[in-house]
T-cell receptor
Framework: GQQLNQSPQSMFIQEGEDVSMNCTSS?????WLWYKQEPGEGPVLLIALYKAGELTSNGRLTAQFGITRKDSFLNISASIPSDVGIYFCAGQQGGTSYGKLTFGQGTILTVHP | DSGVTQTPKHLITATGQRVTLRCSPR?????VYWYQQSLDQGLQFLIHYYNGEERAKGNILERFSAQQFPDLHSELNLSSLELGDSALYFCASSGVGGSYNEQFFGPGTRLTVL
């Protein structure tokens, strides 16, 4: 089925460092979403993107909707220990798939104090 | 707290059995989605209901079915369970106080099939 390629698979960083992760696809998406999941919980929506080229921030998080509509990027600045978790990108195509989210494999983030 | 509730939190059952997972969407949301999360497949879309009607289906097995009731809560029924059905099952909802595209997830039901 449809796949989103998310990288890196995991990151081990020091507190205070910036983090970048991305998601790519061979298909076009109309909406990109970024989620964070912590152990034993459901994914929590961080940022939603609706237009190619759009850059949106949520506190220390910034995400971009790629110009080609086939990719998206998430940056976290000045990481802190509570940023630990799994970050997922998700894309939505519309049409008959309207509502369906296709997820990336996730990026596991570990922050060392 | 996303406002989406799911019960039960954990479910342990045997192969061949049938279970029902329940989801209550955020107040006012008309859309409910079901997803399965497993180690090998990741998060996979199963099905979408809007105001009681099925809108889209993903890779949902024939042994699985869902419905959305007039009060907008939804149930996912899993029958003839197999070991491979062990996974986390999430419900999400959308529609109120944001874009229709923004889906808010519940805490999930962890299903273990022995």
């Amino acid at each position: 089925g449809q796949q989103l390629n998310q990288s890196p698979q995991s990151m081990f960083i020091q507190e205070g460092e910036d983090v970048s992760m991305n998601c790519t696809s061979s298909s076009i998406f109309n909406t990109w979403l970024w989620y964070k999941q912590e152990p034993g919980e459901g994914p929590v929506l961080l940022i939603a993107l609706y237009k190619a080229g759009e850059l949106t921030s949520n506190g220390r998080l910034t995400a971009q909707f790629g110009i080609t509509r086939k990719d998206s990027f998430l940056n976290i600045s000045a990481s802190i220990p509570s940023d630990v978790g799994i970050y997922f990108c998700a894309g939505q195509q519309g049409g008959t798939s309207y509502g369906k989210l296709t997820f990336g494999q996730g990026t596991i983030l570990t922050v060392h104090p | 707290d996303s406002g989406v509730t799911q019960t039960p939190k954990h479910l342990i059952t045997a192969t061949g059995q049938r279970v029902t997972l329940r989801c209550s969407p955020r107040s006012g949301d008309l859309s409910v989605y079901w997803y399965q999360q497993s180690l090998d497949q990741g998060l996979q879309f199963l099905i979408h209901y809007y105001n009681g009607e099925e809108r889209a289906k993903g890779n949902i097995l024939e042994r699985f079915s869902a419905q959305q009731f007039p009060d907008l809560h939804s149930e996912l029924n899993l029958s003839s369970l197999e070991l491979g059905d062990s996974a986390l099952y999430f419900c999400a909802s959308s529609g109120v106080g944001g874009s229709y595209n923004e889906q808010f997830f519940g805490p999930g039901t962890r299903l273990t099939v022995l």
